[in-house]
């Protein structure tokens, strides 16, 4: 069974086709970075209108890589959401359009699903039940699955995700955008013993991230003109590591809670290299963890269309949805 899927929901476009939600046959992906790197973070109404002018280059594209034609295709994927809702609708009305055009089942799927078949892509083996950690921009949930298609989320955060966390720390540094990948480079050469920050724990399986944030914010401005770059290679290394070891604190509790063979690690924030090797050593032999190769951690098509392939919602709920 071929899935050609497609992804707009926040600032990549993607577009991939799938054998059997399982096998990469092309995952294509545009990066808007230059588009919006001046504004310091994504700007809505660019995203969408660039999704808009990529995805007929990236669709042929698609499906040249993997050698197909819009016949031989059994299933469309679409993300329905999270995410922006001009960029959303972008993906969703190409999606609704070639159904038509193609007469193709249509399948719209949820961004964070995605994230964790992101996980089976790269482990051909790889079945529920799971325990999950999803960490992108705008989420850091702890969701368990038990079965293909089925996600309770039982942890979440109160304020920021973990990726917004790392990205509004490195506006702080001055790193620019986007910032998750700047700061996790600049805290290989940092110390976080030199600058302690506090290490953010709410009761039961809750996060927060926005106590740390303003701790470092105040260390900034308590350091004003004497901070040194090494200084800030500390400070990258301190904001990294509480966040990481508050992420995984909390896996830990859900793991030994309730015992599960597999575990995945997941989003844009699973491509941190701390954060990388800290899991591996927390969940050890509990479990067997799978984190997704760093080109299917942050957002691409591929791991839609293999989210669809395993139960996208019904033909009926495509519509965007802004908070699913
Ligand atoms: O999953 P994703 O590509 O998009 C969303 O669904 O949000 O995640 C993007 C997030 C951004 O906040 C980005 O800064 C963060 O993932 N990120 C990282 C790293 N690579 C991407 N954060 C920390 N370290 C990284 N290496
Ligand atoms: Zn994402």
């Known amino acids: 069974m071929l899935t050609l899927a497609i992804e707009t929901s926040c600032d990549e476009t993607s577009v991939a086709v799938v054998e059997d939600g399982r096998k990469v046959l092309s995952n294509v992906i545009h990066s808007q970075t ?27 594209l698609a499906m040249k890589k993997a050698g197909i034609r819009p016949g ?25 359009g070639l159904a038509t055009a193609w007469d193709t089942p249509l399948t719209g799927v949820n961004h964070l699903w995605g994230h964790v078949y992101a996980a089976m892509l790269s482990r051909p083996d790889l079945e529920p039940p799971l325990l999950g950690l999803v960490v992108s921009g705008a989420h850091s949930d702890l969701v ?23 990205d509004k720390a490195a506006r702080m540094l001055g790193l620019g ?8 480079k600049l805290a290989r050469k940092g110390d976080p013993k030199r600058q302690p920050l506090p290490r953010p724990s709410l009761p039961g399986l809750e996060y927060s991230f926005s106590g740390l944030k303003t701790a ?5 401005r308590d350091m004003g003109d004497s901070i040194t770059d090494q200084d800030r290679a500390d400070l990258a290394a301190s904001f990294e590591r509480s966040v990481v070891e508050s992420l995984l604190e909390k896996l830990d509790q859900a793991l030994d809670a309730t015992p ?18 800290r899991a591996a050593e927390v969940v050890g032999s509990r479990a067997r963890l799978t984190m997704p190769p760093l080109e299917l951690c942050t957002d691409n098509a591929a791991m839609i269309a293999a989210a669809g392939y395993y139960g996208g919602s019904h033909p009926a709920d495509v519509d965007p949805s802004l908070s699913w």
């Open 144 to 166: 368990r699955m038990p079965a293909h298609g089925r996600f309770e989320v039982i942890g979440r955060t109160r304020d920021d995700a973990a990726g917004e966390a790392f």
């Open 34 to 60: 230059d588009l919006h790197k001046d504004f310091g973070g994504v700007v809505p109404e660019l995203a969408a209108r660039d999704h808009l002018e990529r995805l007929p280059a990236l669709l042929d």
């Open 72 to 96: 031989d295709l059994d299933q469309l994927a679409v993300t329905r959401g999270p995410g922006l809702i001009g960029c959303l609708l972008v993906g969703v009305g190409v999606g609704e």
């Open 216 to 220: 470092l914010l105040y260390r900034l």
């Open 260 to 277: 599960v063979g597999e575990v995945v690690v997941a989003g844009g924030v699973a491509a941190n290299t701390l954060l990388r090797r």
């Open 177 to 184: 955008f986007p910032g998750g990948p700047a700061l996790d």
